[in-house]
């Protein structure tokens, strides 16, 4: 089994900054990538960035240019920096690790974060 762990979320004032950090313990081998997933109320789950293991990432349109996803290997820790924030980026943010499991893909998340933009 896979565990991640989520820290950094909390209340922001518009145009602030925050950091996502999501450690990941337990089967931490095969993994395809890990990346940040947003909810916000009444809304789908949608995929904020991303980051495989060679190092590629995606991010989504609105996000580009103000969020940048990393990673530490030797931590296994995945971290999400959140630059100009607005209040259409408030959501609970989730943690998504992908591994090869069983011949296809297994998503693993984590408990969730909230992060709050509001002056």
């Known amino acids: 089994q896979v565990q991640l762990v989520e820290s950094g979320g909390g209340l922001v004032q518009p145009g602030g900054s925050l950091r996502l950090s999501c450690a990941a313990s337990?089967?931490?081998?095969?993994?395809?990538?890990m990346g940040w997933y947003r909810q916000a109320p009444g809304k789908q789950r949608e995929l904020v960035a991303g980051?495989?293991?060679?190092?590629?990432?995606n991010y989504e349109d609105s996000v580009k240019g103000r969020f940048t996803i990393s990673r530490d290997n030797a931590k296994s820790t995945v971290y999400l920096q959140m630059n100009s924030l607005s209040p259409e980026d408030a959501a609970v943010y989730y943690c998504n690790l992908k591994k090869l499991r069983l011949g296809g893909v297994t998503d693993y998340w984590g408990q969730g974060t909230q992060v709050t933009v509001s002056s």
């Open positions: 980051i495989t293991q060679s190092g590629s990432t």
């Open positions: 337990g089967s931490i081998f095969s993994i395809v990538a």
